[in-house]
């Protein structure tokens, strides 16, 4: 589903001439063929929506750790194309849970898995990462847990 929705989205950035979501898309694709290599060497198989999504999320950190980097050394502009693109991956990416979403998964998983400490965090990412994979920012969700553990 997602390869044909970027196969579309590459198709109408051409027929616009918007080089800056083109390039983007063709980096996306990029990315998804790079992995597809390395499952076919394993295996005989293309990688799924839920590891493109896996994938997608990662290109989003990448960018997100480049900005930072770009507005400590005053290169602003470069700053704006890594967010520029961030904008266009974040189209293929399902919707993000937002904060108070964030903590009732939390509060749920630490309910699960009965967590009474700092020590149980790893069972409650493990529950988090199963049910809301490519949805949920983990390091926000780490955040909440400790906090409401500690």
Do not use: C, W
């Amino acid at each position: 589903m997602l390869r044909e929705k970027f196969t579309t989205s590459m198709k109408e950035a051409m027929r616009s001439k918007d080089k800056r979501r083109l390039g983007t898309i063709r980096l996306i694709m990029a990315a998804v063929k790079d992995r597809d290599i390395l499952v076919r060497t394993e295996s005989d198989s293309k990688v799924g929506d839920t590891e493109i999504i896996e994938i997608l999320s990662k290109m989003v950190k990448q960018r997100n750790d480049s900005i930072k980097a770009y507005e400590e050394a005053g290169r602003l502009e470069l700053a704006k194309q890594e967010a520029d693109e961030i904008i266009i991956i974040s189209e293929f990416l399902p919707r993000q849970l937002d904060a108070t979403e964030i903590e009732a998964a939390v509060k749920a998983a630490i309910e699960k898995t009965s967590a009474s400490g700092l020590k149980d965090i790893g069972k409650i990412m493990g529950i988090l990462k199963g049910e809301h994979a490519g949805t949920m920012d983990f390091s926000k969700a780490s955040a909440v847990a400790k906090a409401i553990l500690s």
